[in-house]
């Protein structure tokens, strides 16, 4: 066991020794991140497995903060005379503004997690055989639903990861994580016109997840998402109504707000929330809120990647700009306290500000009644990739799955349609929540990074947003 002692015959005295070889030429913080995984990864393209990776990894990674400046190391090699030579090299990286005092580490403390991720059927434990046989499964059915579809791409990906952190205030921590994910990917056509149907389904979870969700019925949802969309009339165009159906997922407030509220963006000025800590920014009828404590979430852990505990952040509340999301070395910089966002894709990269599960707070109003409210609009059921900038808000998404509104009901689908707009502005315009939730899981990138999250909204009426699309 990597982390415990056995396969690296690192100790506690061991990590302490690293830390002060880290802090030799002056600094007032320095951590190490110890990482051992696991993982697989099944891939099905063209009626055939075109890809299965299994395999383990394990290394540490070193960080050395003086002067509001990071440097960071990383090695696979975890012998004690390695990591002392990466730490003594780090250590004179950054030069010093004045005469270096070197900073001995507080004695190590181990922390207990305040809770622990449930995994009944952990994946690892799973025949790759069996693995293989679940990707055929979603493969056969999403072919199979209907002769128009052309293409079906199945990913498949579970890991499991033991990180243990120790840093220079004295912190001793660790945490155990495993994840599953399943995501199907459908494209169909019909004279000439292509559509393409997404479902994906994961979390910090183990193979009970298929009980709940079997993987025909994701393949089935992705699928039938392709062959409607094919049958569907043109979008119309022009600003009008929308709702957004919780279904669609949080990818707007993910992409369109959640970055501009991370801590590093915001300082450099990057951010379009910049500045801007006690001003109403939305509706108030808007609460954003990001939570890595909600069980069994893709974006969920007990401690983050510096070792600060899990919490609950509210973002922005009925209206109100409340906070950033921070890492330690971006609330170095404000003289504030690490939310618990400073995540990083390995032991191979430094942490950062990052999301976890960022979500709009369920209002009061049941969502049919949203619907009914709508003499003519959008209703977005599935949104897809986009742009956005987070200097000044504008953004463009697809809608992968939309429907007129008519008299207050749902009508024909429609394709083709694009939402553009400020994200800004739509915060401030929405003047209808729902009682509902619905999440959207995936992988967010960020300086090359990426981090499992997962996002959601309730039903949302958006009064005006610009619609792109090809009818009148």
């Not at 009980?211 to 392709?226: F, H, L, M, Q, T």
């Not at 997922?249 to 450099?268: C, F, K, R, W, Y």
Request: a negative charge.
């Amino acid at each position: 066991m990597l982390l415990k002692g056995g396969g690296s015959g690192l100790q506690a005295d061991h990590l302490s020794q690293v830390l002060a070889s880290l802090l030799s030429r002056g600094g007032p913080f320095a951590d190490l991140f110890l990482e051992e995984t696991e993982a697989t990864s099944i891939i099905c393209e063209e009626d055939k497995i075109e890809h299965i990776l299994s395999g383990c990894d394990r290394g540490a990674g070193l960080r050395l903060i003086k002067d509001f400046q990071t440097v960071h190391g990383s090695s696979s090699d975890l012998s004690l005379p390695s990591l002392l030579d990466l730490a003594s090299y780090l250590a004179g990286a950054l030069p010093a503004k004045r005469a270096p005092v070197p900073t001995p580490p507080l004695p190590l403390g181990a922390k207990d997690p305040p809770w622990s991720h449930q995994i009944r059927i952990p994946p690892q434990e799973i025949p790759l055989e069996k693995k293989v046989d679940l990707v055929m499964a979603a493969n056969g059915v999403a072919r199979g639903l209907d002769p128009r579809i052309r293409q079906v791409r199945v990913i498949y990906r579970d890991g499991w990861r033991r990180a243990r952190i120790a840093n220079s205030d004295g912190l001793l921590c660790e945490e155990e994580r495993v994840g599953v994910l399943l995501v199907v990917q459908v494209v169909a056509s019909q004279d000439g016109i292509i559509q393409t149907g997404y479902e994906a389904n994961g979390g910090v979870v183990g193979w009970e997840i298929f009980e709940e969700s079997s993987p025909e019925g994701v393949a089935e949802k992705a699928a039938r998402r392709a062959i409607h969309m094919l049958e569907a009339e043109p979008a119309p165009a022009g600003p009008m109504m929308v709702v957004l159906s919780s279904e669609a997922g949080g990818t707007m407030i993910h992409e369109a707000v959640g970055h501009g509220l991370e801590s590093d963006l915001a300082q450099e000025g990057l951010s379009i929330f910049s500045g801007r800590l006690g001003e109403q920014i939305a509706s108030p009828l808007i609460t954003v809120i990001d939570d890595p404590t909600i069980p069994q979430r893709r974006g969920s852990y007990v401690f983050d990647d510096e070792g600060t505990e899990a919490q609950r952040t509210i973002l922005v509340e009925a209206g109100v700009l409340k906070g950033y999301l921070y890492d330690r070395l971006a609330a170095l910089k404000n003289g504030c306290r690490s939310t618990g966002n400073g995540r990083r894709q390995s032991y191979q990269y430094k942490p950062i500000p990052r999301m976890s599960n960022t979500l709009i707070a369920p209002g009061v109003t049941p969502p049919e009644e949203i619907i009914r409210s709508v003499s003519r609009g959008l209703l977005v059921k599935k949104m897809g990739g986009g742009q956005v900038n987070t200097v000044n808000g504008d953004f463009i998404f697809e809608v992968t799955e939309g429907y007129r509104i008519e008299g207050g009901e749902a009508g024909p689908a429609v394709r083709g349609a694009t939402l553009t707009g400020n994200g800004l502005r739509i915060l401030q315009q929405i003047d209808m929540v729902g009682s509902d939730l619905g999440f959207g899981v995936g992988t967010c990138g960020k300086d090359g990074q990426g981090a499992p999250v997962s996002d959601a909204q309730p039903t949302l009426r958006i009064p005006e947003i610009i619609v792109g699309g090809t009818s009148a």
